[in-house]
């Protein structure tokens, strides 16, 4: 757990409520948290959705794994407690942007449930769907798109996860998309089709 090592803080409740912020952008918000295997295709069916949401009108924001790496987490490496600060740091930010009336996609590897429970449990009811991207390790292992398996396979990368490090796969996700034999753009429809049929894209 996240000590507050910060001392005299007090939370200033915003003036603007989340639900007036939903009224403007004549939508809901929630967190679509996709998870899978390096190589699945996280980023890429998130890429789809941001696209097809942005065409209905939608406001959308994508947090890609990798990217975020550059900049807000560059200074977190890949050990457990690594990542389980740069999961709690995406589900700190992935939280103001679905209070400011946005749905953000995050696309992380994110291998352990606790950590994605976590980032759930600071988000109201409704608003964190887990997406598990489900590829098998052939599968993500053959398209290897960044040759992150074969340098893990020749012990160049360590802590990899499917190779020598965990992946626990989602217990109750809200969306499985079943990425071994479906397009991406088969994918990225059952999302916008969970969204439609339960109501998030309308205020």
Not at 58 to 65: A, K, N, P, Q, R
Not at 86 to 105: D, M, P, Q, T, W
Request: aromatic letters at 8%.
């Amino acid at each position: 757990m996240t000590e507050q090592k910060a001392t005299n803080v007090t939370w200033h409740d915003h003036t603007v409520s989340k639900a007036e912020r939903q009224k403007l952008m004549g939508h809901k918000s929630a967190v679509l948290w996709f998870t899978g295997l390096s190589g699945a295709g996280k980023s890429t069916v998130a890429n789809t959705v941001d696209h097809l949401l942005h065409s209905k009108g939608i406001h959308t924001y994508v947090l890609d794994g990798d990217n975020v790496r550059m900049g807000l987490n560059k200074n977190l490496g890949f050990s457990a407690e690594d990542r389980a600060e740069n999961i709690r740091r995406i589900g700190e930010v992935a939280k103001l942007f679905c209070h400011s009336g946005v749905f953000v996609l995050t696309a992380f590897i994110s291998p352990y449930r606790a950590d994605r429970d976590k980032a759930r449990e600071i988000l109201d009811q409704g608003e964190f769907i887990e997406v598990y991207v489900n590829a098998s390790l052939e599968t993500c292992e053959g398209r290897d798109p960044k040759g992150l398996y074969k340098k893990a396979r020749a012990g160049e990368i360590k802590g990899f996860t499917g190779i020598d490090d965990p992946y626990e796969e989602p217990a109750n996700p809200e969306i499985v998309l079943n990425s071994d034999n479906k397009s991406i753009d088969e994918l990225a429809q059952e999302v916008v089709d969970y969204l439609e049929k339960n109501g998030y894209l309308s205020a």
